[in-house]
């Protein structure tokens, strides 16, 4: 199952269209009568972040208190990665980095990858004064709500979600220049 939609054609055999910011086409349905817009794809996110508040103010709390400065975040590594674990995700620790990681669930066959970020370091001095616990447990909630509502509805599909040790961009830039980054 799908979202239903596409852009451009709907041939199947055409090539894919990619969509861009400033274009104006609109997405067509690949499917007659299909829904783009899922209120009950949104409920079921809404409610698993519901049922996650407060198992996720407590992960915050805990990386509050243990602030740890860029590539240097190994007790965050440790708890996130073992909330992941938790919440049935496949967990790659020490991801190309040592204190990165990476988190994934797939749901059926193909589909689309919906990628989220956790970063995870306090900044020297105002340690998370930053809100990057805040980020960390934004990025753990969304992949675990898009998780249950690809199985509830039965969405193939993957979502990963990567555990940013540092300020996101210069980790990216990090991971991406690794031989085996995927």
Not at 50 to 67: F, M, T, V, Y
Not at 114 to 123: K, P, R
Not at 172 to 181: A, C, G, H
Request: aromatic share 6%.
């Amino acid at each position: 199952m799908s979202c239903g939609c596409q852009l451009g054609s709907q041939n199947s055999n055409a090539s894919p269209v990619i969509w861009r910011p400033d274009d104006n086409a609109k997405p067509i349905p690949s499917r007659p009568n299909a829904e783009i817009y899922r209120p009950d794809i949104l409920q079921s996110i809404e409610k698993t972040l519901k049922e996650l508040d407060g198992e996720l103010r407590e992960l915050s709390l805990d990386i509050h208190a243990h602030p740890e400065l860029r590539y240097e975040e190994r007790y965050a590594h440790d708890i996130l990665t073992k909330f992941m674990d938790k919440h049935g995700f496949e967990v790659t620790r020490h991801y190309l980095l040592e204190t990165a990681w990476r988190a994934t669930f797939t749901n059926g066959q193909g589909g689309r990858v919906i990628g989220v970020n956790s970063e995870m370091d306090a900044l020297p001095g105002v340690g998370h004064a930053c809100g990057h616990n805040l980020i960390a447990i934004s990025g753990v909630g969304v992949a675990i709500a898009i998780k249950k509502a690809i199985q509830e509805f039965n969405i193939a599909g993957t979502v990963e979600l990567l555990g940013t040790p540092g300020t996101v961009l210069h980790t990216l830039l990090k991971l991406v220049t690794q031989p085996d980054f995927q």
